[in-house]
């Protein structure tokens, strides 16, 4: 039977790995599809070839389905997150000036402690830092206003947008600071001699939501079985990526030509979470750097969309109530369980929950059964709890 085609674009990062996984390894052939992979330059243009219908589904950072349901975005189509395919990921880097003005302070770098890094950071940084993030709207951005928030920097960072590809590059012409990025870009950096790690974004947030899988409203209502197909193939990838036997492969199939164009070293070392942390090659080791699968990571859940949707509100000058109540109506709690169940996905019994309050994995009720789920406290023990439950 001849395969589907599906057309999905990407930004070349280790956590695009769940669609190119289902595709290389056969997850979209079982499911009747043949994804026509589309390598993007950046986040606007994944969004903005999503709501003109020139791709089906995007790759795309949690907070931007947020942003564009709270109308902070161009006029496009409705854009429902129905799945996350990554949590965690993430590094903050310093420029080598920076890293040198820390290490004469005696900071180690050891990652364990975001405070300790933070008010390092605040002693050795000019009077307003300058970072760089891939997107106004973007987990990096929240990681790191909440983190220099509660470590003393009264003065809210100077927000440098560059796409991950060339955040390196940014650095290199004194244009940042520092930044927060998705791997291999970060090591990148580090292998260029320009910046060296400060902290793994697990170390602010436990399970960051990283990159979800975001379609149109209009084309999940018309085509339910092909939304349910693609969803099931990514799905499966995830969880053959949380197979430590695998990670070796994926570094391989990502680091392709025809994929991210590197070294399979430096995608290696995002996936497996051993990360070189100067360029004279400290290395530190980072369990769960990144996570596709395991402890539900993939549920989309409506409490996060609150979460996202009440810090940028806040900034953008919105009431925060209803800017909660919009952005949960686009994390599709629905479709996950409709077209994931039958897979054997584990369903916790609510779509919302208290975040930030789980300091290590805990086994709790599903819809069937017992399912674990991850930790996701803050380094700061913030917890939110969304005014409402769906």
Known sequence: MPLTPLRLGYVPLIDAAPLIVAQEM??????????QLLRLGAWAQAR???GAG?????????????????GLGPALP????????????QAVAVSAVLAERLRDQGHDFDFRDARKAGRALHRAAPDRLRVGVPFHFSTQLELVRHWLGACGFSQAPEVVTVPPPLMAQSMAAGEVDAFCVGEPWASGAVDRGLASLLLPGTAIWASPPEK???????????????TGALMRAVWRAGRWLDETENRDTAAE???????????????????????????SGEIRHVPDFIVFHAGAANFPWKSLAALFAQRIAQRHGLAPVPAMQKAMKHFRTDLY??????????????????????????EVA?????????????FDGTIFDPPFSS
């Open 366 to 378: 599903a819809e069937k059964g017992q399912m674990i789920l991850r930790a996701d406290a803050f």
């Open 212 to 226: 979800g899988l975001v379609l149109r409203r209009d084309y999940t209502a018309a085509q339910p079985q092909m």
């Open 48 to 50: 903005d070839m999503l």
């Open 54 to 70: 020139l791709i089906e589904a995007a790759h795309m950072l949690v907070p931007m389905p947020v942003a564009q349901a709270l």
């Open 26 to 35: 056969g997850f979209a052939a079982e499911e009747g599809l043949e994804f």
């Open 253 to 279: 199939i990502l680091s392709r030509r025809e994929y991210l164009d590197l070294p399979p070293e430096l995608a290696e070392r995002g996936l497996t979470g051993r990360l070189q942390v100067t360029p």
């Open 337 to 362: 369980r409709e077209h994931l169940r039958e897979a054997g996905a584990a369903l916790p019994g609510a779509s919302a929950r208290l975040e930030g309050a789980l300091a290590q994995d805990c």
């Open 78 to 89: 409705d854009l429902d997150l129905v799945m996350f395919l990554s949590q965690g990921g």
